[in-house]
């Protein structure tokens, strides 16, 4: 079996043709196509975001933002601090308590989000938990409560199929961490209380900023629930005299934001306006998991973490080795293969940044969003099954 193994490996010569942007990372992730250093040149180098030009491009973005998505005119937008993560917190820190709590765990930042909850906040909460690959039973969320939930779990490759499964008459806000969801596919605005992502997924910006989406009723939340004994850092505080402060939702920031990193997330939006909008990167996601779906389909030693079809991401797509030969392996000896397998497609300048998440299964992770062509995807198959043929050949050849 081993010198079978081993022709095969002679014989299956190295791919001739490599994507022409091999930046597969899913977070921070592939500039969009043709984007070059030029289409920063605008920004406002050296100015403060207070200013009436700063203060401009801020709100600018934040308009952009609503007319692309589609998000309601009395839903309220602002630019925070520290990403995706400072997003989610604020909400978390500030607004949780004033009723039950449900929460959906699944992969690495739900279960974070989880246990931020219950260790940190040391709230009671319903956990709903379901393990890597899978989704927990969505029937069982109780919507008197509040809920807590990541719509696209970027370390799993597992998303939500659609919002049907949240109730409109909920007593409860819903809490949604949307980060590699946002752009790639249609949000339910309706269903969603506050909703949290960054410019570095599906769009991809630079990283450190995040977006806050209040719905009215999240709005009142914040200004009729103050939580007890529960310090709450400068950059949390959303409210003033117990009012919305309304100017981080204007384009005044809490922090300075990097205004080199706004200049680039309007270019990024421009060019989704470009595209036709968010129905041509909802269908850019989808071609590119079609086509390593086709692949996979045809592929004996490869597979989806995420078994079910309707709640598959398009964008953080994880893969899962098949081959009898790896699963015979230790965690640690999978682990150490993918590592291997990984560095020999960056050495080639086929793909970087595939290895998956260090809390998840071994396998791999590929960005699907936006930003990666499909020809690209699909240029990188090939150098997969190059790639997994060479490295596990070698692990024979040693164990020989």
Known sequence: MQNVIHMRDEIMEKPNTKPQNPNFSSGPCAKRPGWTLDVLKGALIGRSH?????????????????????????????????????????????????????????????????????????LEATVHEAGYGELPDLSKVNFDNDVVFVWNG????????????????????????????????????????????????VLGGEAAHGMLVLSPRAVQRLESFKPENRPLPK??????????????????????????AVEDCLDALAWVKSLGGVK????????????????????????????????????????????PWFNALSEDEQTAF????????????????????????????????????????????PWLEWAFAQSKAEEQKKAA
């Not at 009395?74 to 995706?84: K, L, M, N, Q, R």
């Not at 969801?181 to 997924?201: E, G, I, R």
């Not at 809390?359 to 936006?370: E, H, N, S, V």
């Open 280 to 323: 041509e990167t909802i269908k850019r996601s989808q071609d590119n998991l079609s086509a390593i779906e086709q692949w996979v389909q045809k592929t004996d030693w490869a597979d989806f973490l995420c078994a079910d079809p309707l709640a598959r991401s398009t964008t953080s797509i994880c893969l899962k080795l098949s081959d």
């Open 338 to 381: 993918i590592g291997g397998l990984c560095k020999l497609l960056d050495a080639e300048g086929a793909a970087y940044d595939i290895k998956h998440y260090r809390d998840a299964p071994a396998g791999l992770r590929i960005w699907g969003g936006a930003t990666i062509e499909t020809a690209d995807i699909k240029a990188l198959l």
């Open 154 to 201: 970027t370390t799993s490759g597992v998303r939500v199929p659609d919002g049907d499964w949240i109730d409109s008459d909920r007593k409860g806000l819903t809490f949604c961490d949307a980060t590699s969801a946002v752009f790639a596919y249609d949000m339910p605005w309706n269903k969603l209380d506050v909703t949290t992502w960054s410019w570095q997924k």
């Open 50 to 122: 207070r200013s009436g030009p700063g203060k401009k491009r801020l709100k600018a973005l934040i308009d952009e933002h609503r007319a692309l998505l589609g998000i309601p005119d009395d839903y309220f937008i602002g630019i925070v601090p520290a990403s995706d993560t400072g997003a989610i917190e604020m909400a978390l820190w500030s607004m949780l308590g004033a009723r039950g709590i449900d929460v959906l765990a699944w992969e690495s930042f739900s279960s974070g989000w989880q246990k931020d909850i219950t260790d940190h906040l040391k």
């Open 235 to 260: 950059i949390f505080r959303m409210t003033k005299k117990g009012k919305l402060n309304e100017g981080i939702f204007e384009g005044l920031t809490i922090n300075t934001p990097s205004m080199i």
